[in-house]
């Protein structure tokens, strides 16, 4: 099973202000629709709540330490590792880790892809994602996105493959 981490990031590494995203990017929400269609997503439990229901057609883990927290329509861990296991059980080929901060940190030593979106600004941000090594990883993919009509400023897609 590929481990794939997905993420829209500005230049500083900011990935959102008060539990919300701090752009609107409506292109780069249809790839991510795309690209996670199908598939298990694995979120921690505060990016969940700031999504606020399962993905439709995406089987959606949450990990959290609390016992009894059962969102309807989702599968709960109890850490990153049960989720990982949950998705490979469900006979998942390639798992989407979604974020957030907590759990981008946690799940980047393991992972094998970054589909990474860089929004070209700054931002005021309070959760970031993890800072990495570029020279463990090899873009094979990379995509210039001028401002789209409903995007709030350029990006550049990659997809990154650990070498
Ligand atoms: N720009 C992007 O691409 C992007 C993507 C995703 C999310 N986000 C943003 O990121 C923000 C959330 O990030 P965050 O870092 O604050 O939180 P998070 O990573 O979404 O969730 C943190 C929570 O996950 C649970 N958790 C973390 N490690 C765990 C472990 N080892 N075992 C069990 N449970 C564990 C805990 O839940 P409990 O407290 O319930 O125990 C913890 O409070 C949101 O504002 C969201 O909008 C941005």
Not at 85 to 107: K, N, P, T, W
Not at 115 to 136: G, I, M, N, Q, W
């Amino acid at each position: 099973m590929i481990v794939s981490l997905i993420v829209a990031m500005d230049e500083a590494g900011g990935i959102s202000l008060d539990g919300r995203l701090p752009w609107r990017l409506s292109s780069d929400l249809q790839r991510f629709k795309a690209l996670t269609m199908g598939h298990h997503l694995v979120m921690g439990r505060k990016t969940f709540d700031s999504i606020g229901r399962p993905l439709p057609g995406r089987t959606t883990i949450i990990v959290t330490r609390q016992l009894n927290y059962h969102p309807a329509g989702c599968l709960v861990a109890n850490s990153l590792e049960i989720a990982l296991e949950l998705a490979r059980g469900g006979g998942e080929s390639e798992v989407f880790v979604i974020g957030g901060g907590e759990i981008y940190a946690q799940s980047l030593p393991c992972a094998d892809r970054i589909y990474l979106t860089c929004v070209h600004t700054r931002v005021a941000a309070d959760t970031f994602f993890p800072a990495f090594d570029p020279s463990e990883w090899e873009a094979v993919q990379v995509v210039e996105s001028p401002v789209g009509e409903k995007d709030q400023f350029p990006y550049t897609f990659t997809v990154m493959q650990r070498r």
